[in-house]
């Protein structure tokens, strides 16, 4: 998990619910507001999807970001600073 962010306009990700649970600080951390992330097969726990789709009865489930977490109540008692983007707000 080495890799920065903060650049990135579209984040995609083939990890199991552990596994995007565990990037989620990190993807609020340095992902910027409008940030795209398109997840395959596992959904964002908490977090509220934009759009839905299945491929061969594969689910890929896109988010977008701050909308994505608003409703997610552990999210939303973390403060999100990102120093990239001049719109830094709590989430």
């Not at 306009?9 to 649970?21: A, D, P, Q, R, W």
């Not at 992902?31 to 992330?37: P, S």
Request: with cysteine.
């Amino acid at each position: 998990m080495n890799a920065d962010l903060a650049e990135a306009s579209v984040i995609t990700l083939y990890l199991t619910l552990f596994g995007n649970k565990t990037l989620k600080r990190k993807l609020l951390r340095e992902a910027n507001n409008g940030t795209r992330i398109v997840s395959h097969d596992f959904n964002i726990l908490g977090w509220a999807y934009t759009k839905k789709d299945d491929t061969c009865g594969h689910p890929i489930y896109l988010y977008t970001l701050p909308e994505a977490v608003k409703n997610d109540v552990l999210t939303c008692a973390y403060v999100s600073f990102n120093p990239h983007n001049s719109q830094n707000q709590r989430i």
